[in-house]
C-alpha cells in the first residue's frame, strides 16, 4: 500500500531534506523515540499566520500532529501531490488528522477520521525531479472538522480552531517539575541522553516543552490523541505525567518478571 511517509520524530534544526527522501516505509511504524527536541518556536500560534476556514485535511495512522513542533513528510501518493501543489498556492496550511482503527479497509476512500487534530503552516517544500517531494510543516493550532467536502482527489474540511488561551497560560512549577523528572526518568531508561540534557539545558516554555515531549516520546498514536485533546496546557500535562507514570510502572513490572 502505497501512502505518505512522516517523520514526526526528526529535528527542523539540522534537518536534511536529501536524508528524508533516501528512508522507506511500507508500514505504519512503531512509536519511536525522538532524540532530538524540535527547534525551539519563537511565533504565536495562529495570531501569527492566518489559517483558511475550508483546508485540506491530510489523515495518516500513525502521525499526531502538535502546534509548536515541525513535521517533515515525504509525498509520493498523486492525491497528496495534488494536496501539497494546491496548499502551496492558497492558505499554506494543511490540517493533519489521525485515522480511527479500520482504515486499511477503505484508505483509498474516506476512512474514518478523528475530528479533532493539528494545523500547519508549509515551512518548505523540495520538490524533487519525479513528482514526489519534501515537505515540512510546522505546527499551528488544534482545529475541529466541522464539515468535510470531497470535491477534490483529497479531502477538505471546513475547520473551527479551538483557542489558544488555555495552552497559553504558564504551567504551574511544580507541576512542571514533577513532569521534567518523570520524563527524565522514562528517557534514561531508554538511554535518550542527549534528548534528557535538551530537556534540563535549554530555557524553553511550558507550552514548547509539553508539545515537544508529547511529539517525540514514543506513545502509541491513540496515546497522542489523547494529549491532543487536552482543553489546557494544565490538562496535558497533567495527562502526560498519568502516561508517564503508567508507562513506568509497566516497565518495572516486565523488569521484576524477568
Not at 501543489?85 to 496550511?93: D, W
Not at 502509541?220 to 498519568?242: A, C, G, Y
Request: proline residues 7%.
Amino acid at each position: 500500500m502505497e501512502r505518505a511517509i512522516a517523520f514526526p520524530d526528526a529535528d527542523i534544526s539540522d534537518f536534511s531534506l536529501t536524508q528524508v527522501s533516501r528512508r522507506h516505509v511500507d508500514k505504519a511504524p512503531k512509536p519511536s523515540l525522538s532524540y532530538r527536541m524540535p527547534q525551539l518556536d519563537r511565533e504565536t500560534a495562529s495570531e501569527a499566520f492566518p489559517i483558511p476556514d475550508v483546508i485540506p485535511i491530510f489523515p495518516l495512522p500513525n502521525v499526531v500532529f502538535f502546534p509548536n513542533t515541525y513535521l517533515p513528510l515525504h509525498i509520493f501518493e498523486p492525491r497528496y501531490r495534488d494536496m501539497i501543489r494546491q496548499a502551496s498556492q492558497e492558505g499554506q496550511c494543511i490540517g493533519m488528522v489521525l485515522l480511527k482503527e479500520g482504515w486499511e479497509n477503505d484508505y483509498y476512500g474516506v476512512p474514518p477520521v478523528f475530528s479533532l487534530g493539528c494545523v500547519g503552516r508549509i515551512k518548505n517544500i523540495q520538490s524533487l525531479a519525479d513528482g514526489r517531494s519534501n515537505v515540512i510543516l510546522h505546527g499551528l493550532s488544534r482545529y475541529d472538522i466541522e464539515e468535510e467536502f470531497f470535491d477534490t482527489s483529497y479531502r477538505r474540511a471546513k475547520i473551527t480552531l479551538r483557542a489558544d488561551e488555555p495552552f497559553q497560560d504558564p504551567v504551574d512549577p511544580g507541576l512542571r517539575l514533577g513532569l521534567t523528572k518523570l520524563a527524565l526518568q522514562y528517557l534514561r531508561a531508554r538511554k535518550a541522553q542527549d534528548l534528557c540534557k535538551l530537556i534540563t539545558g535549554q530555557s524553553i516554555s511550558d507550552t514548547v516543552l509539553i508539545n515537544s515531549l508529547s511529539s517525540c516520546l514514543d506513545f502509541t498514536p491513540f496515546e497522542k490523541q489523547f494529549l491532543l485533546e487536552s482543553e489546557s496546557l494544565h490538562q496535558q500535562t497533567r495527562r502526560l505525567i498519568d502516561l508517564l507514570r503508567f508507562k513506568l510502572d509497566a516497565q518495572k513490572h516486565s523488569t521484576e518478571l524477568e
